[in-house]
């Protein structure tokens, strides 16, 4: 299952997904990744999340984020919550990529049993069809 956390700078985005994250981490039967934009989550979640710097792999695009995503599944499959912050700064800016990435992780996370959250920063009144079914 996928979940979108969508709003503009300054309406709570991360601490939303940083609740979300405490709850994955206790009730999850499984290993908890968050992969961010920079470091900033280091002391905000909890040391069992395994923390990733999207920077430090150099994604840049959305089919390098998908062959991330797909390697850390391959290399870790007890992986049962994915969280992303902050989706455009990682992936750029464009809409169409971003709706076509969110519908292939609904579908990879239905593959491999896991649960993907995704921060947009965004507002959600102009988010499209295909977007608003993951809000």
């Keep these: 299952m996928i979940h979108v956390i969508m709003g503009l ?5 991360t601490k939303k997904l940083i609740d979300a994250i405490h709850t994955a981490v206790a009730d999850a039967h499984g290993d908890v990744v968050c992969i961010e934009y920079g470091r900033k989550l280091t002391y905000d979640v909890t040391y069992k999340v395994r923390l990733v710097d999207s920077k430090e792999y150099a994604i840049s695009n959305p089919d390098m984020l998908k062959g991330f995503l797909s390697g850390l599944h391959a290399g870790n499959f007890d992986i049962t919550d994915v969280f992303i912050d902050n989706l455009y700064k990682t992936i750029g800016t464009d809409k169409a990529a971003a709706e076509e ?11 491999n049993n896991m649960e993907i959250t995704i921060t947009i920063s965004e507002d959600p009144a102009n988010a499209s069809e295909a977007m608003k079914k993951y809000l």
């Design 9 to 13: 700078k300054g309406t709570g985005k």
């Design 101 to 111: 990435f969110v519908a292939w992780c609904a579908e990879f996370a239905a593959t």
